[in-house]
């Protein structure tokens, strides 16, 4: 299985300021044939699922707010929240699906400072 | 707007069986452009994907619960499944079905992003 590490494992930023979560693969989820990063971003907040934020790596799914941002390749990569709101304060998650399982990261726990 | 909704049991005794119904509405589950799936989390920890198939089946499961694991469909009814076997208190977890979108790596299709989620179905492993 891919290994998904996540760092930090929490962070508190101040209202407005940039949040930066960082996510590593054990091995490169980039394939060649199609140069896309099979990975993905998730937001979880209390009592809720999982909501897709970004797909191949960098691709902001439909209705997600410009803020949050995703970059990076290979085996390493960045979630970026340019302006953190109230309404962040969330676990986020990266997840691989360039091979089967599907692993996902421990979370990164984003608060308020 | 597609809803996903689990539904079973809340409580299951140790060393049976935990059965899960996942019913899809607003959209089809018989669409080619998708697999359905269920993942876990344990409370308070993280994700733990379980299996996914495709309407005509065809299901991948997780290797580390593939002994115990079914996964089946019933286009009929919109419907996906779970069957988790054997199970003890480290299988206590919040349930969750989800929507998978297909990419493609070459020509073959596989696993994707998890586009849709129910809201997760708590189920407790005790005696």
């Known amino acids: 299985d891919i290994v998904m590490t996540q760092s930090p494992d929490s962070l508190a930023v101040s209202l407005g300021e940039r949040a930066t979560i960082n996510c590593k693969s054990s091995?490169?989820?980039?394939?060649?044939?199609?140069?896309?990063?099979?990975l993905a971003w998730y937001q979880q907040k209390p009592g809720q699922p999982p909501k897709l934020l970004i797909y191949?790596?960098?691709t902001r799914e439909s209705g997600v707010p410009d803020r949050f941002s995703g970059s990076g390749s290979g085996t390493d990569f960045t979630l970026t929240i340019s302006s953190l709101q109230a309404e962040d304060v969330a676990v986020y998650y990266c997840q691989q699906y360039y091979s089967n399982p599907p692993t996902f990261g421990p979370g990164t726990k984003v608060d308020i400072q | 707007q597609l809803q996903l909704q689990e539904s079973g049991p809340g409580l299951v005794k140790p060393s049976e069986t935990l059965s899960l119904t996942c019913t899809v509405s607003?959209?089809?589950?018989?669409?080619?452009?998708?697999?359905w799936g269920w993942i876990r989390q344990p409370p308070g920890k993280g994700l733990e994907f379980i299996g996914s198939?495709?309407?005509?089946?065809?299901?991948y499961y997780n290797p580390s619960l593939k002994t115990r694991v079914t996964i089946s469909i019933d286009t009929s009814k919109n419907q996906f499944s779970l069957r988790l076997s054997s199970v003890t208190a480290a299988d206590t977890a919040v349930y969750f079905c989800?929507?998978?979108?297909?990419?493609?790596?070459?020509?073959?299709?596989?696993?994707?992003?998890?586009?849709?989620w129910g809201r997760g179905a708590l189920v407790t492993v005790s005696s």
């Open positions: 607003g959209g089809s589950i018989s669409s080619s452009n998708y697999f």
């Open positions: 191949w790596a960098s």
């Open positions: 198939l495709y309407y005509t089946g065809s299901p």
């Open positions: 989800a929507r998978e979108r297909i990419t493609f790596g070459g020509l073959i299709p596989r696993g994707g992003p998890f586009d849709y």
């Open positions: 091995q490169s989820v980039l394939y060649s044939s199609n140069n896309k990063n099979y």
